[in-house]
Each structure stands twice: as C-alpha cells, then as structure tokens.
C-alpha cells in the first residue's frame, strides 16, 4: 500500500498514525524527501506501507508496485481539485489509474467556510460549502472508498482502519485464496 498525493496533504502524518512510527512531518512543502516503508498491522492483518515524496510529476516505483494506493487530498486546500487532478494525470502516466484507490479527504480539521447571510442572493461559491455539505457532494460519491479524516486530531480515525482491513483482507483473499487463517 502507498499513500499519494500532493505534497504537504498529510501523508507523514497517516503514516506516523498508522504505523506508530515517528516519521519527520513539518507544514511545509517536500517535508519528505524520501521514501519511507513501515509495517502495519490492522487488526490482525500486516502490510507494507509506502509514505512516498509529495509529488507534481514525480515517476515513482513505489506506487507502481502497491496493490492499493491511499490517495490522501488535503480538503482544507483552496485548490484541493485541481491536485487531485494533478495526482490523477501523474497516476495515469505512471499507469496505475486502475489500481485500487482508497480517496482519503485528509485535514478536515483545518477545513474553513464562510457562512452566507439568510439575504444573500449571490450564488455560493466554494467558501460558502459548509463541511457537512461538502461531504455530501461528488467527493463522497466518486468512490465507494473514500473517507473524511483529521490525521492531526485522529477524527475518523477508526472508520479509517476498518476501510483499511476491509480493502487488506479482500486483497490477502484474492492473492492467497487458501490461507483464511488470518481473518
């Protein structure tokens, strides 16, 4: 498993909250200017987990070998669309557009609206999108696996790792149909 996305979305943090590890984080961008890989253990299933270089147009092996990409999108980003499409493009110039992609919306503490007056007319725009709207827009309902965590704060945090077991277990089933043993 990889976590992708743009850089400075939280991917240091999801890997240190996962992995129990202390892996460098700062808010500032390329934090990470390595690779790093961490078991994990979710329930009583391990994997590897990848906390790749924030990246613009970055070929990364790591990504080409994960069997199930963590797309980690910071949604407190004025601009979160438009690195979600940028992650998208360089995943398909990498060639894994059609791996199995979890959209983890990360950062939901740091999300900001501003609420319109009862008689403003003006159509909303993005700022007016209150949290609980925006989960209810295309984003909750591009894929079957997408989540709206805090990192930072642990919000969501065990729906987060029972998504991760669900998507862990079907692939551990699919590569070793015979060995059951473990869920």
């Known amino acids: 498993m990889a976590l992708v996305g743009y850089t400075n979305v939280g991917k240091s943090t999801i890997m240190n909250l996962l992995s129990k590890s202390e892996v460098y984080t700062e808010n500032k961008l390329f934090a990470t200017l390595d690779t790093t890989v961490r078991k994990v253990v979710v329930e009583n299933l391990p994997f590897l987990?990848?906390?790749?270089?924030?990246?613009?147009?970055?070929?990364?092996?790591?990504?080409?070998?994960?069997?199930?990409?963590?797309?980690?999108?910071?949604?407190?980003?004025?601009?979160f669309e438009a690195?979600?499409?940028?992650?998208?493009?360089?995943?398909?110039?990498?060639?894994?557009?059609?791996?199995?992609?979890?959209?983890?919306?990360?950062k939901t503490d740091a999300y900001t609206w501003e609420e319109k007056d009862p008689d403003d007319l003006t159509p909303p725009t993005k700022r007016n999108v209150s949290y609980e709207d925006l989960k209810k827009t295309w984003m909750a309902k591009m894929n079957e696996n997408c989540i709206f965590i805090s990192a930072k704060n642990r919000d969501n945090y065990q729906e987060f790792r029972d998504l991760l077991y669900k998507e862990i277990r079907d692939m551990h089933a699919i590569r070793y149909p015979y060995d059951n043993f473990l869920y």
């Open 49 to 79: 987990l990848s906390d790749t270089v924030g990246f613009i147009r970055k070929f990364l092996d790591e990504v080409r070998e994960s069997d199930i990409l963590l797309h980690v999108v910071d949604i407190s980003h004025p601009d």
């Open 83 to 106: 690195q979600m499409e940028v992650v998208n493009q360089t995943l398909a110039e990498l060639g894994c557009a059609d791996k199995k992609t979890i959209v983890v919306f990360n």
